[in-house]
C-alpha cells in the first residue's frame, strides 16, 4: 500500500531525526572503517572533523603459517549468511551460464548457516545439487584457515551496501583473490587487478564471464599484487586508545 509506504517512510525519518538529536552532541569522534560508510555519516549531518576513517584489525592467529592447498580445479567459495541480500544465489546463477567443460573445472562451495532463511536456502540446495556446487553449512571459525586454503577466489557479490566486510580482509590477508560486487564499501577494498576483480551488483554474466577466464587460464591469480601486511587487532587496540586519550587530554585543557 503506497499510503502505509510513505507512513512507515515518515516514520524512519523521524526517528532518524531524534536518534541524531539525542547522540550525536553525546559522541566526541566517530570512527567509520569505510570512506563509503564516512560519507554516509556526512551525509546524516556530521561535521567532517568529528567523523575519522579508521579501518579495524583482525584476529590473525588462526590465519599463522597459512599455506594453500594445490588444485587443478578452480575452487571458488562464498562465506556469510545464506540470505537474498548477500546473493550466494549469484554464484550459482554463473556457474549455470558457463559451458559444461568450464563448468567441471571449477568447483563451488557454499559456506553459511542455514536455519535463518529457510524457503531461500533450500531453492539454494536444489540448485547446488544441480550443479554440482556443495553446502555444508556454517563454517566454525576454527576452520576458517582451512576453507581459505581450499579457495582459489572468494567471490563477495552481495546486492545490498556492505561496510568493510571481515570476509575480504580475511582474504586479503591470505593472498586469496576476490570477486566482488562493485558497491559500498566492498568495492573500495578490491583493486582491480591487484586484489581481484569487481564486477556489476547482480550481474550473474558478468561474474561468469570472470570464472569463465579463470578456469581457462589461472595465470591472472599468481599475477595479483596483494598488501604486504594486514592490520592486526593489537594496532588496532592501541589506535583506539592513542584517539581516546587525545580526546581525554583535550577534554581536561578545555
Not at 12 to 22: K, T
Not at 87 to 112: K, M, N, W
Request: proline content about 7%.
Amino acid at each position: 500500500e503506497p499510503e502505509l509506504a510513505q507512513r512507515f517512510a515518515a516514520l524512519a525519518r523521524e526517528r532518524s531525526e531524534a536518534l541524531r538529536a539525542r547522540a550525536v552532541p553525546c559522541v566526541e569522534r566517530f570512527f567509520a572503517p569505510s570512506r563509503f560508510l564516512r560519507e554516509r555519516f556526512l551525509e546524516w549531518g556530521l561535521a567532517p572533523e568529528q567523523v575519522e576513517l579508521l579501518g579495524y584489525g583482525l584476529d590473525l592467529a588462526p590465519l599463522a603459517g597459512f599455506v594453500r592447498t594445490p588444485s587443478q580445479e578452480l575452487r571458488v567459495t562464498f562465506l556469510g549468511t545464506l540470505a537474498p541480500h548477500k546473493a550466494p544465489h549469484l554464484v550459482l546463477d554463473a556457474l549455470a551460464e558457463l559451458a559444461p567443460e568450464l563448468r567441471a573445472r571449477v568447483r563451488v562451495t557454499l559456506h553459511g548457516p542455514k536455519a535463518h532463511f529457510p524457503d531461500y536456502v533450500a531453492a539454494l540446495e536444489r540448485r547446488a545439487a544441480e550443479l554440482g556446487a556443495r553446502m555444508p553449512g556454517t563454517l566454525a571459525r576454527a576452520d576458517l584457515a582451512a576453507a581459505l586454503a581450499e579457495t582459489d577466489v572468494l567471490v563477495v557479490p552481495s546486492v545490498w551496501y556492505e561496510n568493510s566486510p571481515f570476509t575480504i580482509h580475511e582474504a586479503l590477508a591470505t593472498r586469496t583473490a576476490v570477486l566482488v560486487s562493485d558497491l559500498g564499501g566492498m568495492a573500495e577494498l578490491v583493486e582491480q587487478g591487484r586484489h581481484g576483480w569487481r564486477f556489476p551488483p547482480g550481474d550473474a554474466r558478468a561474474l561468469a564471464e570472470h570464472l569463465a577466464r579463470l578456469a581457462r587460464d589461472r595465470a591472472p591469480l599468481a599475477a595479483l599484487d596483494f598488501p604486504g601486511t594486514v592490520k592486526d587487532f593489537a594496532t588496532s587496540a592501541a589506535e583506539l586508545e592513542q584517539r581516546y586519550e587525545a580526546a581525554r587530554a583535550a577534554r581536561r585543557r578545555a
